[in-house]
């Protein structure tokens, strides 16, 4: 299964393909043949880069992405950068948990609990490498979903390689856990922000996970 609007570009590879093969066909040149080797290679990456397997759905809290857990952190308390988007009172703190995508993950992101999206910022920004510190400007995408453990904030950020955030979903919409929401192309980083008072983190800093498929925090029993 390809990932949704992944068609369109194999489509396109394929058939430039095609075009160079005739051509190598028919000139025998040199020249048509290295493009056409070019371009096999870049199929055969379109097609593992628009992958999207079905997934056994995990428990818990799920990952929003394949790859690695690149950082965990705390905010003791959040007043500037509540989860809650219209509140100026002081909330418990967040956790925030960044997961790092490389060129060979399944780049489908998924829903981390069940909820309704209240809302999707998109801030315009550079396209620095989601590994780096500076990558804080770099262009996003910002869902703040209501959930069973409150609002959550699903942030989908692009890299240097990354140029297009493309979603799947938009506000109102009722999400599953597990469910597709959107696609980074081509690569980069998701980060999931959670209530700290209501989860347990399940994962490490560089631990591989996957999504929809491994739990990255469990639900606190109140």
Known sequence: MFARGGFNWILGGLLFSTLFLLSYIFYNHFFLLAI??????????????????????????????DGIVMSITTKDQNTSNSLEPDTSSTRPGTI???IFMNITNVHVNRAPLDGSVVSMVHRPGGFLPAYRPESKQNERLITTIIS???????????????KRIVPYIKPGMHLKRGERIGIIQFGSRVDVILPKDKVTILVEKGQHVKAAIDSIAKIVDT
């Open 96 to 98: 925030r948990i960044a």
């Open 36 to 65: 056409l080797i070019i371009m096999t290679i870049l199929d055969c990456f379109l097609f593992i880069f628009f992958r999207d397997p079905e997934r056994q759905i995990g428990p818990g809290i799920v990952s929003p992405a």
């Open 148 to 162: 069973p453990i409150g609002y959550i904030k699903i942030i989908q950020i692009a890299g240097i390689v990354a």
